[in-house]
């Protein structure tokens, strides 16, 4: 599987997803002043200053619109009380959270009484990582207790060269963050045969996430030669079977549906098909 590097919109469209500054408020501000301890005058500074070095990386709409204060794993109550509590109380279990971009959801985790230990992230491009560090202050607090490292989903990790090498089989859950949308069909079966096999092969392994997703279900318009996928319930629900079917193994879709998410209905997203929504899914193995 060749590498995978997302493709950069141009100039124009990009500035369509940017907005100078931001207002912190609620959990994101609180995990700034009390993990972090960044003084309340600075936060927004502080916040504003690393998104502008993340975007000069990469100009992702989440962080032209700086979508990643929303904590949108902790915002899924049920399940995330549950991980919460299985890390906190079940000795082994472990969590992983792919593209973790700035290690947000991971630092939330830890902040809500997750053991270090029990969290990693794996980020396409080491540089949101570096920033991850900087925009959560815990470089030196947080060594050698929680791994993130630079990985690619779509490159096998049982590879010994594999940054994922050493964290095969480790895992009870698995978030695979924004990221479905970045692949075309055969590259997202590819990155759940991956995923499994950084899962520890049990009954009630759990992946979950959230994905741009489409009301019709459809493949996008091509990138090059790549046309990438974004789901509706029906085509999730295809891919988890065909996934089963290239893995031998079962899963039980336990929520694949469409909400507005992504600032579908604010006016924000004028250079998006009208028909985009935010698949949120969760699947439990058998």
Known sequence: MASFAPPKADIA???????????????????????????????????????????AVHPYPCLGQFRFLELN??????????????????PGSRFLDIGCCLGQDIRKLVYDGAPASSVAGAELNGAFIDLGYDLFRDRDSTAGQMVIVSANILESPTGPSS??????????????????????????????????????????????????????????ASVGSRATFKH?????????????????????????????????????????DPRTRRLVFEIERE
Not at 191 to 218: K, S, Y
């Open 232 to 272: 509706n319930a029906e085509s999730f629900a295809r891919l988890v079977a065909a996934a089963q079917e290239a893995t031998g193994t079962r899963w039980r879709i336990v929520t694949a549906e469409l909400d507005n998410g992504l600032s579908v209905f604010d006016g924000k997203r004028t250079w998006d």
């Open 163 to 220: 940054p994922l090498h050493s964290l095969v089989g480790q895992f009870s859950a698995v978030q695979l963050g924004m990221l479905l949308h970045l692949f075309t069909w055969e590259e997202q079966i590819t990155a759940f045969e991956n995923t499994l096999v950084l899962l520890r092969g049990q009954p009630g392994d759990r992946i979950f996430g959230q994905a741009t997703g489409h009301l019709d279900g459809t493949p996008t």
């Open 73 to 90: 794993l902790s915002q899924r109550g049920d399940l995330y009380n549950r991980l919460l509590k299985e890390l906190k109380t079940q």
């Open 13 to 55: 469209t990009a500035e369509k997803w940017y907005e100078a500054s931001t207002t912190v408020d609620g959990p994101f501000r609180d995990l700034l002043e009390n993990y972090s301890h960044v003084p309340t005058d600075d936060v927004v500074k502080h916040v504003v200053d690393t998104r502008n070095r993340a975007w």
